[in-house]
């Protein structure tokens, strides 16, 4: 049972540059989730989609786009990667489309923007 | 708005020895309550949660945490700490209506000595 699976672990960018933050769940939840970590600053949401076709914006959402690929995928796009966006992101994704259950979360992306 | 303080960046214990996390909110509404540990490279993984009933919550790995609406407070506890249950402890807390999707805290550190 692999839960919520990110992919890549790990990744380094130069500034300008863009990639493609993928993230798969397998446990049939509606709701998914993007946050970053930052030290000393907890965890700040991103997006989020409270069920497949939707997106929504959260806390932090500028220089980010998402799409809801269909339910079992939510990625997370960096057009053009700045040194502000360094910081490990979760995705994480909750049952039926409420966070009330609360989050199951994958392992992480470490990203340094050079 | 929304938020949730924990006080304390870091707490060191020694093995055997009691634990008391704190967590303050602030809103005016009923809130949806949340411990979360994350252990060094890992996602964060629910400890415990709390609606409404009783207002000490069990939780797994032996945490529990108590609800007190008179202080906005809801501190996690364990009787006797592990050298495993070195962490990252994050509470987290979030309200019905609108996208009140939960706001974390900013995290506080256990470090545990033998």
């Known amino acids: 049972n692999a839960g919520v699976t990110q992919t890549p672990k790990f990744q380094v960018l130069k500034t300008g540059q863009s990639m493609t933050l993928q993230c798969a769940q397998d446990?049939?939840?509606?709701?998914m989730y993007w946050y970053r970590q930052d030290p000393g600053m907890g965890l700040r949401l991103i997006y989020y989609?409270?069920?497949?076709?939707?997106?929504d914006k959260g806390e932090v959402p500028n220089g980010y786009n998402v799409s809801r690929l269909n339910k079992r995928e939510f990625s997370l796009r960096l057009e053009s990667a700045a040194p502000s966006q360094t910081s490990v992101y979760f995705c994480?994704?909750?049952?039926?489309?409420?966070?009330?259950?609360?989050?199951?979360f994958g392992s992480g992306t470490r990203l340094t923007v050079v | 708005a929304q938020s949730v303080t924990q006080p304390d960046i870091h707490i060191t214990v020694s093995e055997g020895a009691s634990l008391e996390l704190r967590c303050n909110y602030s809103y005016g509404a009923t809130p949806y309550l949340f411990w979360y540990v994350q252990s060094p490279g890992q996602g964060l993984q629910l400890l415990l949660k709390?609606?409404?009933?009783?207002?000490l919550v069990q939780g797994i790995k032996g945490f529990e945490a108590e609800f007190k609406r008179s202080q906005s407070s809801f501190n996690l506890r364990k009787p006797s700490v592990h050298w495993s249950d070195a962490a990252e402890y994050f509470c987290a807390v979030g309200y019905l209506g609108g996208s009140y999707i939960p706001t974390f805290g900013r995290g506080t550190s256990l470090i545990v000595h033998p």
């Open positions: 446990m049939n939840h509606n709701s």
């Open positions: 994480a994704s909750s049952e039926a489309d409420s966070w009330t259950y609360g989050y199951t």
């Open positions: 709390y609606f409404s009933g009783d207002t």
């Open positions: 989609s409270a069920s497949e076709g939707t997106t």
